[in-house]
């Protein structure tokens, strides 16, 4: 891994990529992520470029273009199965509001993922949809068995996170798509937590949503909506404009006619701004190479989760059936978590302070690629002094 290896030996390089680094410790990024310099600097060209020249000018649309064929490379899919929309709720629901349901149609989806993979599902109760919930033995651990178990010969589609946010806990995407495409069964994913993190192919999905601002390391509210090529004339856009139905000089037209492939998803204007600085940052996760971060990934994971067991703290198990990700969440059984993430906060380090449906609450720690142990080592002295 030449690239990681190179940015994390040389400080000053890491610092340049990362400036939060400088003076901050920042483990958030299943959270909402800081920027990488070159993302920042790829928007502040665009709104340069803006000043003296018209904002759709020629290479901002052929970055446009671009964009797609990266985002592709990134999930195995071909540009033109890529609509550039963020945030995730918006692909997602997308979806659901875009496919012909009958009443006694059955989804099935998790009840404590998060909501935005939830919430578009129960409004479907209104058309007379059934929504079935998953019942996983253990918070977050979504296995092919558990997903097998909620089928039934009415169930139209799956939905599911491909990480559950809380415990980090990744699904087996690609048995859980064959085990669905064998039964006819559509499979949308909430792909946030892994995509730019861990290999996420689209193989055996259907559709997909992924805002960048997580371990993408892109901005917010730009971000990949997947649909496979065979499924777009199924699912119809319920968002429509000039850009995606056909209106050539701007005139209406009597019947609506969509554009070709994914960007009959994009009813108007892109936001062109953060689909640039999410085209800067997918550059930077390919160049690292994602099988390269992955594998820096779960080596933070154990460093942290070994760390932070010496101080007594205990961590959401680990299901079987289930992957390990980036994400550590944890709790102590004598420290007020409360306390000890705003004295992690006083002193310059973010990470994320989240609850499970019955109220416990958990540090969460997420550290990207470009993280170090130095920096684990850091926090451990924090929390050692404040347990003190």
Request: aromatic content about 8%; hydrophobic content about 45%; some cysteine.
């Amino acid at each position: 891994m030449p690239f990681l290896e190179d940015l994390l030996a040389d400080e000053s390089r890491r610092l340049a990529e990362f400036p939060i680094a400088r003076d901050h410790v920042f483990m958030a990024h299943a959270g909402v992520t800081i920027l990488p310099r070159r993302a920042v600097k790829a928007m502040q060209d665009y709104l340069e470029g803006s000043c003296v020249a018209h904002q759709e000018f020629p290479a901002a649309w052929r970055a446009m273009n671009e964009t797609r064929a990266l985002a592709a490379r990134l999930i195995g899919a071909r540009p033109g199965e890529i609509a550039l929309l963020g945030p995730t709720s918006l692909g997602l629901s997308l979806v659901a509001n875009g496919l012909d349901w009958q009443a006694g149609d059955e989804v099935v989806c998790y009840a404590d993922d998060y909501p935005a993979n939830v919430y578009p599902w129960l409004e479907l109760r209104r058309q007379g949809v059934v929504v079935r919930y998953l019942e996983p033995a253990q918070l977050g651990g979504i296995t092919p068995e558990v997903v097998e178990r909620a089928l039934t010969t009415k169930t139209r589609l799956v939905s599911l996170a491909s990480c559950h946010f809380l415990t980090g806990n990744r699904i087996q995407i690609d048995a859980i798509g064959r085990l669905l495409r064998e039964r006819g069964i559509l499979f949308c994913l909430d792909a946030i937590q892994t995509v730019g993190a861990f290999e996420t192919l689209v193989d055996h999905v259907d559709f997909l949503s992924a805002d960048s601002h997580k371990w993408m390391l892109g901005p917010m509210s730009a971000g990949i909506v997947y649909v496979k090529e065979e499924l777009q004339e199924r699912l119809r856009p319920t968002l429509l404009g000039a850009w995606n139905v056909k209106s050539p000089n701007f005139i209406a037209q009597d019947e609506i006619e969509f554009e070709a492939g994914a960007r009959r998803y994009e009813p108007g204007v892109l936001n062109m701004t953060g689909i640039l600085g999410m085209k800067a940052a997918m550059e930077l996760l390919l160049e690292a190479g994602i099988d390269n971060i992955s594998a820096r990934l779960l080596h933070l994971h154990g460093y942290i989760q070994g760390r932070l067991a010496s101080l007594g703290f205990e961590f959401v198990a680990q299901p079987e059936g289930c992957l390990p990700s980036g994400i550590v969440t944890t709790a102590h059984p004598s420290l007020d978590v409360a306390k000890l993430f705003d004295h992690l906060a006083a002193n310059r380090v973010t990470i994320s302070h989240r609850h499970d449906r019955a109220g416990r609450p958990y540090l969460r720690f997420s550290p990207h690629f470009y993280n170090t142990e130095a920096e684990v080592d850091r926090i451990v002295e924090l929390i050692a002094s404040h347990k003190t």
